[in-house]
T-cell receptor, first 115, second 114 residues
């Protein structure tokens, strides 16, 4: 059983460009959350998708957008990249019918570097 | 809003030493509490959790007890190994509009020397 997978592993972009990151949830999971982890910091919640809708959002600008597909996989898009967007982007999947104490399974992340 | 505060790191210990990493939280309602571990170059793995007051989570020799009266969830291990070297994150999820959103502390780097 594959866990959460993310692609690509690493990415280098320049300021002003746009980027798309991809995530496939753990088998049987229907909810995907995205987190940004800056160097030396804890992950920060970006948004969560369930039933192809953005269910809740953290304090990130509209340059950050996402999508969830019918097979529950998800994309994170970032427009007009800034140097400060350089970070490890983590995807986590879970089962919606579970309670708030249920585990969220994390992927290995995509390391984005903006030059 | 919800927040998690962890003790400042890094923490450096010798093998077989006792480990404590402090974690306190602020949350509305009754949060669930977690410790995640991040090994070099990897994503986060759940280490243990507790979902109600006085619950003790445990795994791989690590323990943490949900203390509502002190809003704390300190991580402990009686005898650390070199393989425990990693970054440890305390986190919570709360109910209501924050359902399913993990709020993390800043992380504590643990290095264990032979």
């Amino acid at each position: 059983d594959a866990g959460v997978t993310q692609s690509p592993t690493h990415l280098i972009k320049t300021r002003g460009q746009q980027v798309t990151l991809r995530c496939s949830p753990k088998s049987g999971h229907d909810t995907v959350s995205w987190y940004q982890q800056a160097l030396g910091q804890g992950p920060q919640f970006i948004f969560q998708y369930y039933e192809e809708e953005e269910r809740q959002r953290g304090n990130f600008p509209d340059r950050f957008s996402g999508h969830q597909f019918p097979n529950y996989s998800s994309e994170l898009n970032v427009n007009a990249l800034l140097l400060g967007d350089s970070a490890l982007y983590l995807c986590a999947s879970s089962l919606d019918i579970g309670g708030p104490g249920d585990e969220q399974f994390f992927g290995p992340g995509t390391r984005l570097t903006v030059l | 809003g919800n927040s998690v505060t962890q003790m400042e790191g890094p923490v450096t210990l010798s093998e077989e030493a006792f480990l404590t990493i402090n974690c306190t939280y602020t949350a509305t309602g009754y949060p669930s509490l977690f410790w995640y571990v991040q090994y070099p170059g990897e994503g986060l793995q759940l280490l243990l959790k507790a979902t109600k007051a006085d619950d003790k989570g445990s795994n791989k020799g690590f323990e943490a007890t949900y203390r509502k009266e002190t809003t704390s969830f300190h991580l402990e291990k009686g005898s650390v190994q070199v393989s425990d070297s990693a970054v440890y994150f305390c986190a919570l999820t709360a109910g209501g509009t924050s359902y399913g959103k993990l709020t993390f502390g800043q992380g504590t780097i643990l290095t264990v020397h032979p």
